[in-house]
Antibody, heavy 113, light 109 residues
Framework: EVQVVESGGGLVQPGGSLRLSCAASGFSFSRSWMHWVRQAPGKGLVWVSYINSDGSRTGYADSVKGRFTISRDNAKNMLYLQMNSLRVEDAALYYC??????WGQGTLVTVSS | QSALTQPPSASGSPGQSVTISCTGTSSDIGAYNYVSWYQQHPGKVPKLLIYDVSKRPSGVPDRFSGSKSGNTASLTVSGLQAEDEAAYYCSSYAGSIVVFGGGTTLTVL
């Protein structure tokens, strides 16, 4: 069974940092492109970042470029999102999304003073 | 990075068919056959319905079908059922990025 479990969310002050993690199982993680997608309460889905299967290619939404870094550890079947200089508008439920596979439950990031 | 354009709402009666459009540009939908569709019920995790324009993951009923023409992708829901009432989102690969549509709320009358 495909399973992705996100962790690392929480409450952080504006300007602070968080590192999200995603543990993957039940599929060939090392062959899968991975994405982070976020959803603010009551709002739509917003793509944040992707990383290709071997980690050599990444992409970011303009809104997070230069502040967020996506990475992966294929030996551990783990995906990460390092989020720096967080803004109030970054507050959302962050989903770890394996390409063309089921999503995780998400991890909630709250940015507030 | 402009979002894909979806109608805010759509509706149909049980048993009818409804088509939801998703309009992009020659840089996203028009350039790649990597369009996906997701269904999200309130408070639930989005569910993948369609990927690569028209492919269905196992377990997704064949009442859901996807297509593309030019810069516009479409999701058709046939034989509408009450449980189909949900929000639907499209997404497309666009080179170095991915873009989502704003979502369409489908109401089953």
């Amino acid at each position: 069974e495909v399973q992705v479990v996100e962790s690392g969310g929480g409450l952080v002050q504006p300007g602070g940092s968080l590192r999200l993690s995603c543990a993957a199982s039940g599929f060939s993680f090392s062959r899968s492109w991975m994405h982070w997608v976020r959803q603010a309460p009551g709002k739509g889905l917003v793509w944040v970042s992707y990383i290709n299967s071997d980690g050599s290619r990444t992409g970011y939404a303009d809104s997070v470029k230069g502040r967020f870094t996506i990475s992966r550890d294929n030996a551990k079947n783990m995906l990460y999102l390092q989020m720096n200089s967080l803004r109030v508008e970054d507050a959302a439920l962050y989903y770890c999304v394996p390409a063309d596979l089921p999503w995780g439950q998400g991890t909630l990031v709250t940015v507030s003073s | 990075q402009s979002a894909l354009t979806q109608p805010p709402s759509a509706s149909g009666s049980p048993g009818q068919s409804v088509t939801i459009s998703c309009t992009g540009t020659s840089s996203d939908i028009g350039a790649y056959n990597y369009v996906s569709w997701y269904q999200q019920h309130p408070g639930k995790v989005p569910k993948l319905l369609i990927y690569d324009v028209s492919k269905r993951p196992s377990g997704v009923p064949d009442r859901f079908s996807g297509s593309k023409s030019g810069n516009t992708a479409s999701l058709t829901v046939s034989g509408l059922q009450a449980e189909d009432e949900a929000a639907y989102y499209c997404s497309s690969y666009a080179g170095s990025i991915v873009v989502f549509g704003g979502g369409t709320t489908l109401t089953v009358l």
